[in-house]
Protein backbone atom coordinates (compact mmCIF):
# COMPACT_ATOMS: atom_id res chain seq x y z
CA UNK A 1 0.00 0.00 0.00
CA UNK A 2 1.14 3.66 -0.51
CA UNK A 3 0.28 7.05 0.59
CA UNK A 4 -2.44 8.32 -1.96
CA UNK A 5 -1.10 12.22 -3.54
CA UNK A 6 -3.95 14.22 -4.65
CA UNK A 7 -5.72 13.34 -7.89
CA UNK A 8 -3.78 9.34 -7.61
CA UNK A 9 -5.55 6.59 -6.61
CA UNK A 10 -4.10 4.82 -3.39
CA UNK A 11 -1.88 1.97 -4.33
CA UNK A 12 -3.20 -1.52 -3.39
CA UNK A 13 -2.27 -5.08 -5.51
CA UNK A 14 -4.03 -7.39 -6.29
CA UNK A 15 -3.16 -10.64 -6.51
CA UNK A 16 -1.51 -12.50 -9.57
CA UNK A 17 -1.52 -9.55 -11.78
CA UNK A 18 1.96 -8.38 -14.22
CA UNK A 19 4.01 -5.89 -12.39
CA UNK A 20 4.48 -3.48 -15.08
CA UNK A 21 2.18 -3.18 -18.02
CA UNK A 22 3.11 -1.24 -21.76
CA UNK A 23 0.11 1.33 -22.44
CA UNK A 24 0.01 1.41 -26.40
CA UNK A 25 -0.71 4.62 -27.14
CA UNK A 26 -3.24 5.13 -30.25
CA UNK A 27 -4.92 8.69 -30.22
CA UNK A 28 -2.62 10.26 -32.79
CA UNK A 29 -4.01 7.72 -34.81
CA UNK A 30 -7.19 6.13 -34.08
CA UNK A 31 -8.43 8.67 -32.08
CA UNK A 32 -7.65 11.42 -35.06
CA UNK A 33 -8.66 9.34 -37.61
CA UNK A 34 -12.41 9.47 -36.82
CA UNK A 35 -12.93 13.18 -36.16
CA UNK A 36 -14.88 14.71 -38.45
CA UNK A 37 -12.39 18.08 -38.37
CA UNK A 38 -9.29 17.90 -39.82
CA UNK A 39 -7.05 18.43 -37.19
CA UNK A 40 -3.90 20.62 -38.53
CA UNK A 41 -0.46 18.66 -38.50
CA UNK A 42 1.19 21.28 -36.32
CA UNK A 43 -1.11 20.45 -33.59
CA UNK A 44 -1.26 16.81 -34.35
CA UNK A 45 2.73 16.61 -34.35
CA UNK A 46 2.54 18.79 -30.61
CA UNK A 47 -0.22 15.89 -29.28
CA UNK A 48 2.51 13.20 -29.90
CA UNK A 49 5.45 15.43 -28.37
CA UNK A 50 2.83 16.38 -25.12
CA UNK A 51 2.21 12.05 -25.01
CA UNK A 52 5.83 11.30 -25.00
CA UNK A 53 6.33 13.94 -22.02
CA UNK A 54 3.88 12.58 -20.16
CA UNK A 55 5.92 9.58 -20.23
CA UNK A 56 4.03 7.04 -23.06
CA UNK A 57 7.03 5.18 -24.73
CA UNK A 58 5.02 3.94 -27.73
CA UNK A 59 2.84 6.07 -29.70
CA UNK A 60 1.19 4.71 -32.87
CA UNK A 61 1.44 8.31 -35.12
CA UNK A 62 -0.53 7.88 -37.68
CA UNK A 63 -1.30 5.89 -40.73
CA UNK A 64 -0.23 5.37 -44.45
CA UNK A 65 -3.10 4.41 -46.04
CA UNK A 66 -4.40 5.58 -49.31
CA UNK A 67 -5.42 9.38 -48.23
CA UNK A 68 -9.13 8.66 -50.18
CA UNK A 69 -10.11 6.39 -47.17
CA UNK A 70 -9.27 8.22 -43.92
CA UNK A 71 -8.65 11.47 -44.85
CA UNK A 72 -7.75 12.63 -41.77
CA UNK A 73 -4.63 11.21 -41.68
CA UNK A 74 -3.44 12.24 -45.41
CA UNK A 75 -0.91 14.19 -44.28
CA UNK A 76 1.14 11.24 -42.68
CA UNK A 77 4.00 12.06 -45.01
CA UNK A 78 4.26 15.74 -43.56
CA UNK A 79 3.73 14.78 -40.07
CA UNK A 80 6.01 12.21 -39.22
CA UNK A 81 8.81 13.74 -40.18
CA UNK A 82 7.35 16.38 -37.42
CA UNK A 83 7.86 13.66 -34.40
CA UNK A 84 10.67 11.10 -35.82
CA UNK A 85 13.39 12.58 -33.70
CA UNK A 86 11.46 11.13 -30.35
CA UNK A 87 12.33 8.01 -31.62
CA UNK A 88 16.00 8.55 -32.15
CA UNK A 89 16.53 10.88 -28.62
CA UNK A 90 14.05 9.56 -26.64
CA UNK A 91 13.62 5.56 -27.71
CA UNK A 92 9.68 6.28 -27.77
CA UNK A 93 8.43 3.78 -30.11
CA UNK A 94 6.54 5.76 -33.31
CA UNK A 95 4.57 2.81 -35.22
CA UNK A 96 2.40 3.30 -37.83
CA UNK A 97 -0.41 2.18 -39.16
CA UNK A 98 0.43 0.18 -43.58
CA UNK A 99 -2.04 -1.91 -44.93
CA UNK A 100 -0.09 -2.90 -47.90
CA UNK A 101 3.32 -2.69 -49.44
CA UNK A 102 2.75 0.33 -50.76
CA UNK A 103 2.41 2.08 -47.32
CA UNK A 104 5.17 -0.23 -46.16
CA UNK A 105 7.39 1.91 -48.87
CA UNK A 106 5.62 5.24 -47.59
CA UNK A 107 6.81 4.31 -44.13
CA UNK A 108 10.52 2.81 -44.33
CA UNK A 109 10.95 5.69 -46.83
CA UNK A 110 10.60 8.27 -43.79
CA UNK A 111 12.19 6.12 -41.59
CA UNK A 112 10.02 4.32 -39.46
CA UNK A 113 10.84 1.28 -37.21
CA UNK A 114 7.63 -0.22 -36.19
CA UNK A 115 4.79 -0.88 -38.36
CA UNK A 116 1.04 -1.78 -37.60
CA UNK A 117 -1.22 -4.08 -40.15
CA UNK A 118 -4.92 -4.56 -39.77
CA UNK A 119 -6.60 -7.69 -40.03
CA UNK A 120 -10.42 -8.44 -39.77
CA UNK A 121 -11.73 -11.79 -38.61
CA UNK A 122 -14.77 -10.82 -40.38
CA UNK A 123 -15.47 -11.10 -43.99
CA UNK A 124 -17.80 -7.93 -43.90
CA UNK A 125 -14.95 -5.70 -42.52
CA UNK A 126 -12.41 -7.03 -44.72
CA UNK A 127 -14.05 -5.80 -47.28
CA UNK A 128 -15.59 -2.22 -46.05
CA UNK A 129 -11.89 -1.59 -44.08
CA UNK A 130 -9.11 -3.25 -46.65
CA UNK A 131 -11.79 -3.94 -49.83
CA UNK A 132 -10.69 -7.57 -50.05
CA UNK A 133 -11.65 -10.70 -48.22
CA UNK A 134 -9.79 -11.96 -45.35
CA UNK A 135 -7.68 -14.49 -47.47
CA UNK A 136 -7.17 -11.65 -50.17
CA UNK A 137 -5.90 -9.38 -47.40
CA UNK A 138 -3.72 -12.14 -45.76
CA UNK A 139 -2.33 -12.37 -48.76
CA UNK A 140 -2.12 -8.88 -49.36
CA UNK A 141 0.00 -8.57 -45.89
CA UNK A 142 2.49 -11.56 -46.61
CA UNK A 143 5.26 -9.16 -48.58
CA UNK A 144 4.99 -6.59 -46.16
CA UNK A 145 5.78 -8.78 -43.46
CA UNK A 146 8.29 -10.59 -44.84
CA UNK A 147 10.09 -7.44 -45.94
CA UNK A 148 10.04 -5.53 -42.69
CA UNK A 149 11.66 -8.20 -40.79
CA UNK A 150 14.18 -8.50 -43.25
CA UNK A 151 14.55 -4.98 -42.71
CA UNK A 152 14.25 -5.63 -39.17
CA UNK A 153 11.69 -3.24 -38.73
CA UNK A 154 8.91 -5.37 -35.85
CA UNK A 155 5.69 -5.85 -37.09
CA UNK A 156 2.17 -5.47 -35.31
CA UNK A 157 -0.82 -6.43 -36.81
CA UNK A 158 -4.24 -5.54 -35.76
CA UNK A 159 -7.00 -8.35 -35.49
CA UNK A 160 -10.90 -6.31 -36.16
CA UNK A 161 -13.98 -7.45 -34.92
CA UNK A 162 -12.83 -10.40 -32.69
CA UNK A 163 -15.45 -10.24 -30.54
CA UNK A 164 -18.43 -9.06 -32.56
CA UNK A 165 -19.20 -7.35 -35.60
CA UNK A 166 -21.95 -4.87 -37.07
CA UNK A 167 -22.88 -6.30 -40.02
CA UNK A 168 -21.81 -10.19 -38.76
CA UNK A 169 -23.49 -10.34 -35.05
CA UNK A 170 -21.20 -12.69 -32.67
CA UNK A 171 -17.71 -13.89 -34.01
CA UNK A 172 -16.81 -17.25 -33.43
CA UNK A 173 -13.95 -17.89 -31.55
CA UNK A 174 -12.24 -20.32 -34.00
CA UNK A 175 -12.23 -17.89 -36.96
CA UNK A 176 -10.27 -14.93 -34.71
CA UNK A 177 -7.81 -18.16 -33.96
CA UNK A 178 -7.36 -18.92 -37.69
CA UNK A 179 -6.61 -15.07 -38.83
CA UNK A 180 -4.13 -14.61 -35.53
CA UNK A 181 -2.35 -17.95 -35.73
CA UNK A 182 -1.71 -17.26 -40.11
CA UNK A 183 -0.17 -14.01 -39.06
CA UNK A 184 2.11 -15.14 -36.40
CA UNK A 185 2.92 -17.91 -38.95
CA UNK A 186 3.69 -15.25 -41.29
CA UNK A 187 5.92 -14.10 -38.85
CA UNK A 188 4.17 -10.95 -36.95
CA UNK A 189 5.77 -9.99 -33.42
CA UNK A 190 2.52 -8.81 -31.99
CA UNK A 191 -0.65 -9.32 -32.24
CA UNK A 192 -3.45 -6.87 -30.99
CA UNK A 193 -6.92 -8.39 -30.35
CA UNK A 194 -9.65 -5.84 -31.76
CA UNK A 195 -12.78 -5.22 -30.28
CA UNK A 196 -13.67 -2.74 -32.96
CA UNK A 197 -17.05 -2.03 -31.80
CA UNK A 198 -17.07 -2.82 -28.08
CA UNK A 199 -18.94 -5.35 -27.63
CA UNK A 200 -16.75 -7.99 -25.89
CA UNK A 201 -17.44 -8.73 -21.78
CA UNK A 202 -14.64 -10.21 -19.52
CA UNK A 203 -15.55 -14.20 -19.98
CA UNK A 204 -15.23 -13.85 -23.83
CA UNK A 205 -11.81 -11.96 -23.21
CA UNK A 206 -10.61 -14.83 -20.67
CA UNK A 207 -12.01 -17.33 -23.56
CA UNK A 208 -10.73 -16.12 -26.57
CA UNK A 209 -7.19 -15.59 -24.91
CA UNK A 210 -7.08 -19.27 -23.67
CA UNK A 211 -7.93 -20.63 -27.04
CA UNK A 212 -5.26 -18.61 -28.45
CA UNK A 213 -2.56 -20.15 -25.84
CA UNK A 214 -4.39 -23.40 -26.60
CA UNK A 215 -3.64 -23.44 -30.54
CA UNK A 216 -0.31 -21.72 -29.45
CA UNK A 217 -0.32 -18.32 -29.85
CA UNK A 218 1.51 -16.97 -26.60
CA UNK A 219 0.23 -14.56 -24.12
CA UNK A 220 3.48 -12.79 -24.56
CA UNK A 221 2.75 -11.59 -28.21
CA UNK A 222 -0.87 -10.68 -27.73
CA UNK A 223 -2.32 -7.48 -26.62
CA UNK A 224 -5.54 -5.79 -25.99
CA UNK A 225 -7.24 -3.08 -27.83
CA UNK A 226 -10.82 -2.62 -26.37
CA UNK A 227 -13.44 0.49 -27.73
CA UNK A 228 -15.52 1.71 -24.71
CA UNK A 229 -18.90 1.66 -26.63
CA UNK A 230 -21.35 -0.54 -23.95
CA UNK A 231 -18.56 0.83 -20.95
CA UNK A 232 -16.85 -2.36 -21.12
CA UNK A 233 -13.64 -1.54 -21.45
CA UNK A 234 -12.01 -1.44 -18.23
CA UNK A 235 -13.61 -5.03 -17.18
CA UNK A 236 -12.11 -6.33 -19.87
CA UNK A 237 -8.79 -5.12 -19.88
CA UNK A 238 -8.95 -6.34 -15.87
CA UNK A 239 -9.62 -9.85 -17.40
CA UNK A 240 -6.96 -9.59 -20.13
CA UNK A 241 -4.58 -8.26 -16.91
CA UNK A 242 -5.87 -11.53 -14.70
CA UNK A 243 -5.09 -13.72 -18.13
CA UNK A 244 -0.91 -12.22 -17.90
CA UNK A 245 -1.37 -10.01 -20.82
CA UNK A 246 1.14 -7.32 -20.74
CA UNK A 247 -0.08 -4.86 -23.58
CA UNK A 248 -2.65 -2.66 -23.51
CA UNK A 249 -3.84 -0.03 -26.11
CA UNK A 250 -5.66 3.19 -25.25
CA UNK A 251 -6.24 6.18 -26.41
CA UNK A 252 -5.53 9.03 -24.37
CA UNK A 253 -8.68 11.41 -24.03
CA UNK A 254 -10.67 8.08 -24.89
CA UNK A 255 -10.40 9.93 -28.92
CA UNK A 256 -11.02 7.78 -31.34
CA UNK A 257 -13.94 5.37 -33.04
CA UNK A 258 -13.07 3.69 -36.64
CA UNK A 259 -14.75 5.49 -39.85
CA UNK A 260 -15.58 1.75 -41.60
CA UNK A 261 -17.08 0.76 -38.77
CA UNK A 262 -20.30 2.93 -37.70
CA UNK A 263 -20.72 1.61 -34.31
CA UNK A 264 -17.62 2.03 -32.43
CA UNK A 265 -16.86 4.61 -30.10
CA UNK A 266 -13.70 5.87 -28.56
CA UNK A 267 -10.89 3.58 -27.35
CA UNK A 268 -10.47 2.89 -23.93
CA UNK A 269 -9.51 6.62 -22.04
CA UNK A 270 -5.71 6.33 -20.91
CA UNK A 271 -6.53 8.24 -18.45
CA UNK A 272 -8.93 5.71 -17.18
CA UNK A 273 -6.50 3.04 -17.32
CA UNK A 274 -3.40 4.48 -16.41
CA UNK A 275 -5.84 5.65 -12.71
CA UNK A 276 -6.75 1.73 -12.83
CA UNK A 277 -3.39 0.39 -13.10
CA UNK A 278 -1.79 2.62 -10.42
CA UNK A 279 -4.22 2.13 -7.82
CA UNK A 280 -3.46 -1.75 -8.54
CA UNK A 281 0.53 -0.55 -7.82
CA UNK A 282 1.03 -1.77 -11.59
CA UNK A 283 4.29 0.59 -12.83
CA UNK A 284 3.24 2.45 -16.54
CA UNK A 285 5.94 5.15 -16.37
CA UNK A 286 2.90 7.89 -17.35
CA UNK A 287 2.49 10.69 -15.13
CA UNK A 288 -1.23 11.14 -15.15
CA UNK A 289 -1.58 14.96 -13.94
CA UNK A 290 0.55 15.78 -17.58
CA UNK A 291 -1.42 13.53 -19.71
CA UNK A 292 -4.97 14.78 -18.23
CA UNK A 293 -3.70 18.65 -19.34
CA UNK A 294 -2.80 16.94 -22.63
CA UNK A 295 -6.11 15.29 -23.16
CA UNK A 296 -7.82 18.97 -22.22
CA UNK A 297 -5.51 20.54 -24.31
CA UNK A 298 -7.01 18.69 -27.25
CA UNK A 299 -10.48 18.34 -26.41
CA UNK A 300 -10.26 22.58 -26.41
CA UNK A 301 -8.60 21.88 -30.02
CA UNK A 302 -11.40 19.82 -31.36
CA UNK A 303 -13.86 21.75 -29.46
CA UNK A 304 -15.25 19.47 -27.36
CA UNK A 305 -15.05 18.02 -24.12
CA UNK A 306 -13.09 14.68 -24.11
CA UNK A 307 -15.39 11.50 -22.90
CA UNK A 308 -12.89 9.85 -20.55
CA UNK A 309 -14.24 9.79 -17.03
CA UNK A 310 -10.95 10.75 -15.13
CA UNK A 311 -9.97 13.38 -17.43
CA UNK A 312 -13.47 14.92 -16.57
CA UNK A 313 -12.77 14.38 -12.72
CA UNK A 314 -8.85 15.65 -12.64
CA UNK A 315 -9.98 18.97 -15.06
CA UNK A 316 -13.10 19.57 -12.79
CA UNK A 317 -13.26 23.38 -11.80
CA UNK A 318 -15.45 24.17 -8.56
P1 LIG B 1 -7.91 -0.44 -52.88
O1 LIG B 1 -8.78 0.61 -53.49
O2 LIG B 1 -8.33 -1.87 -53.00
O3 LIG B 1 -6.40 -0.26 -53.38
O4 LIG B 1 -7.77 -0.08 -51.34
P2 LIG B 1 -5.63 -0.89 -54.59
O5 LIG B 1 -4.61 -1.81 -54.05
O6 LIG B 1 -6.61 -1.42 -55.60
O7 LIG B 1 -4.92 0.40 -55.22
C1 LIG B 1 -5.71 1.46 -55.76
C2 LIG B 1 -4.88 2.75 -55.78
O8 LIG B 1 -4.59 3.15 -54.44
C3 LIG B 1 -3.53 2.60 -56.48
O9 LIG B 1 -3.26 3.86 -57.10
C4 LIG B 1 -2.56 2.43 -55.34
O10 LIG B 1 -1.24 2.87 -55.63
C5 LIG B 1 -3.18 3.31 -54.29
P3 LIG B 1 -3.40 4.03 -58.69
O11 LIG B 1 -2.45 3.03 -59.28
O12 LIG B 1 -4.83 3.72 -58.99
O13 LIG B 1 -3.04 5.47 -58.90
N1 LIG B 1 -2.80 2.85 -52.95
C6 LIG B 1 -2.23 3.62 -52.01
N2 LIG B 1 -1.91 4.91 -51.96
C7 LIG B 1 -1.32 5.36 -50.83
N3 LIG B 1 -1.07 4.57 -49.75
C8 LIG B 1 -1.39 3.28 -49.75
C9 LIG B 1 -2.01 2.76 -50.91
N4 LIG B 1 -2.45 1.53 -51.23
C10 LIG B 1 -2.92 1.59 -52.47
N5 LIG B 1 -1.13 2.52 -48.69
C11 LIG B 1 -6.49 -0.15 -49.30
C12 LIG B 1 -7.04 -0.93 -50.46
C13 LIG B 1 -5.97 -1.13 -48.27
C14 LIG B 1 -5.39 0.76 -49.80
C15 LIG B 1 -7.63 0.73 -48.71
O14 LIG B 1 -8.70 -0.12 -48.41
C16 LIG B 1 -7.24 1.49 -47.47
O15 LIG B 1 -6.42 2.40 -47.50
N6 LIG B 1 -7.87 1.16 -46.31
C17 LIG B 1 -7.55 1.80 -45.05
C18 LIG B 1 -8.71 1.74 -44.11
C19 LIG B 1 -8.32 2.30 -42.78
O16 LIG B 1 -7.30 2.95 -42.62
N7 LIG B 1 -9.15 2.03 -41.73
C20 LIG B 1 -8.89 2.49 -40.40
C21 LIG B 1 -7.77 1.74 -39.73
S1 LIG B 1 -8.25 0.15 -39.10
C22 LIG B 1 -8.92 0.47 -37.52
O17 LIG B 1 -9.13 1.59 -37.18
C23 LIG B 1 -9.14 -0.68 -36.58
C24 LIG B 1 -8.10 -0.76 -35.47
O18 LIG B 1 -8.11 0.40 -34.68
C25 LIG B 1 -8.35 -2.01 -34.60
C26 LIG B 1 -9.78 -2.15 -34.11
O19 LIG B 1 -10.31 -1.23 -33.45
O20 LIG B 1 -10.37 -3.19 -34.43
C27 LIG B 1 -6.68 -0.88 -36.06
MG1 LIG C 1 -9.50 0.73 -33.02
Given at each position: MSTPELGLPMAVAAPELPARVRIYEVGARDGLQN?????????????????????????EATSFVHPKWVPQLADAEQLFPLVSD????????????????????????????????????TESFAKANLNRTVDESLAMFEPVVSRAKAGKVHVRSYISMCFGDPWEGPV???????????????????LSLGDTIGVATPGHVQTLLAELNEEGVPTSALGVHFHDTYGQALANTLAALQHGVTTVDASAGGLGGCPYAKSATGNLATEDLVWMLQGLGIDTGVDLARLTATSVWMAERLGRPSPSRTVKALSHKE
Open positions: EKATVPTEVKAEFVRRLADSGLTTILGRSSGVHLPVLVPNERGLDRALALGARHVALFASAPIHQVVRVCKALMDMGCDE
